[in-house]
């Protein structure tokens, strides 16, 4: 079975810093993709990664893929507050059904 | 053009009550999927529709819950005498054909049981 963690859970920084969010995952994926949720929101896609090796970036943040690790990172460059919100990487292995993390909750602080 | 919509957007009902949850998916997707997000949680998968048929019902928690799903288009989740449990958020996605395709979330529809 499928599983995905994340870590931190929770991530509190301060404006200008950088961090790095992780997503390990349990058996071969198809596909992992990180997403964006604002309170009370529906989610917002970012990145899909499709094979080892694969970066992405956009703006301030940037996601890799090591698909031997079975690893994936979502870099945050000099945080600004407009950035504060809840990322979920999800991992398509093998079936239909996207299988998510807990989410990270970053919060960017002045 | 249009994205994923889903009805009603916030839905507080009486335990015991059944309810219907709506899903209209982007125009010409094929493949549609209901999650559940219970508070400060990740997104569970309820089921998976392939047109009207839904080879993956893996994700239903018990057999209160049913979905069906008009041809390539609209997609009802019916829970059945409702318990506090079932609060969450109910959120649908439409792909263009399946797994090797993106999936678009709708806001989706906030489930309260008193």
């Known amino acids: 079975e499928l599983k995905v963690e994340q870590n931190p859970l929770f991530l509190s920084m301060q404006e200008g810093k950088n961090y790095t969010i992780y997503c390990n995952y349990s058996?071969?994926?198809?596909?992992l993709y990180w997403y964006r949720q604002d309170p009370g929101k529906s989610l917002e896609s970012l990145f899909v990664?499709?094979?080892?090796?694969a970066v992405k970036q956009e703006g301030r943040l940037m996601a890799s893929l090591d698909t031997k690790a079975r690893l994936s990172t979502l870099h945050i460059t000099a945080a600004v507050h407009d950035l504060s919100a809840t990322y979920f990487c999800?991992?398509?292995?093998?079936?239909?059904?996207?299988?998510f993390g807990k989410g990270t909750k970053l919060t960017v602080n002045p | 053009g249009a994205g994923v919509s889903q009805s009603p957007s916030n839905k507080v009902t009486e335990k015991g009550k059944d309810v219907e949850l709506r899903c209209d998916p982007i125009?010409?997707?094929?493949?549609l999927y209901w999650y559940r997000q219970r508070l400060g949680q990740g997104l569970e998968f309820l089921i998976y529709?392939?047109?009207?048929?839904?080879?993956?019902k893996s994700g239903l928690p018990s057999d209160r819950f049913s979905a069906e799903r008009t041809g390539e288009s609209v997609s009802t989740l019916t829970i059945q005498r409702t318990q506090q449990e079932d609060s969450a958020v109910y959120l649908c996605?439409?792909?263009?054909?399946?797994?090797?395709?993106?999936?678009?979330f709708g806001p989706g529809t906030r489930l309260t049981v008193t």
């Open positions: 996605a439409s792909s263009l054909a399946g797994a090797a395709y993106e999936q678009y």
């Open positions: 058996t071969t994926s198809d596909r």
């Open positions: 990664l499709l094979s080892n090796g």
């Open positions: 999800a991992v398509q292995g093998g079936s239909e059904k996207l299988v």
């Open positions: 125009s010409g997707h094929t493949a």
């Open positions: 529709f392939q047109g009207n048929s839904a080879p993956d």
